[in-house]
């Protein structure tokens, strides 16, 4: 499995990931083209809580995890005192033709307007973890932490990362992406996030 593809590719990369293919790279977040309306259940439903700050970042992450699925779901979970300014984690469960997939979609806004964001799809595939390793991740580093638990990683994508847990007869696979200081790049640059200042005491922080 090759690694997924930076800035340029994120057609690529998004067909990959729906695939559960390389992990996720550094540039999914970078937009390619204006924005659809919204299909995905986690947007909608961040967008009805109040969440505004990280939500370029929430709809192409989530957008990408749930392509190709037959249907979906999401448990959200968020800050009701503060749904802008807290941080805000959701469950998605998702129905393929051959398979049913979770994943996690994280996204946690600080001060200075930027977003640290992660993403994980959890999937089962029915094949040892070593067959898995040595088709799809030969170009991998592989850390063992235990003896049933292998982490796959690439250099070029410090902040990804692929696991790999025994569970006979098949392999659980986690693959993983952080991003910190994502800022939506067609915000206006230095901009203040809303409600930030006076509406957000530093007592309360």
Not at 173 to 194: L, N, S
Request: charged share 20%; net charge positive; aromatic share 6%.
């Amino acid at each position: 499995m090759k690694p997924t593809p930076r800035f340029p590719r994120l057609p690529a990369a998004a067909l990959a990931w729906a695939a559960a293919g390389a992990a996720f790279a550094q540039g999914v977040l970078v937009p390619q083209a204006p924005p659809a309306a919204p299909q995905d259940t986690l947007t909608r439903a961040a967008t009805s809580v109040g969440v505004k700050r990280c939500l370029p970042a929430i709809t192409r992450l989530s957008t990408l995890t749930v392509q190709g699925s037959r249907s979906h779901d999401v448990l959200l979970d968020w800050d009701r005192k503060r749904p802008d300014a807290g941080p805000m984690f959701s469950l998605i469960g998702m129905e393929f033709p051959n398979a049913g997939v979770a994943a996690s979609i994280t996204a946690i806004p600080d001060e200075s307007g930027a977003c640290t964001v992660s993403a994980e799809r959890i999937s089962v595939a029915p094949f040892t973890c070593a067959s898995v390793g040595q088709q799809e991740l030969a170009s991998y580093k592989m850390t063992r932490l235990l003896p049933n638990y292998a982490v796959y990683t690439d250099e070029k994508e410090p902040t990804s990362s692929v696991s790999l847990i025994d569970s006979p007869p098949g392999c659980l696979i986690i693959r993983r992406y952080v991003e910190y200081g994502w800022r939506d790049p067609a915000a206006a640059p230095g901009a203040a996030p809303a409600g930030a200042g006076a509406a957000q005491p530093a007592k309360k922080r």
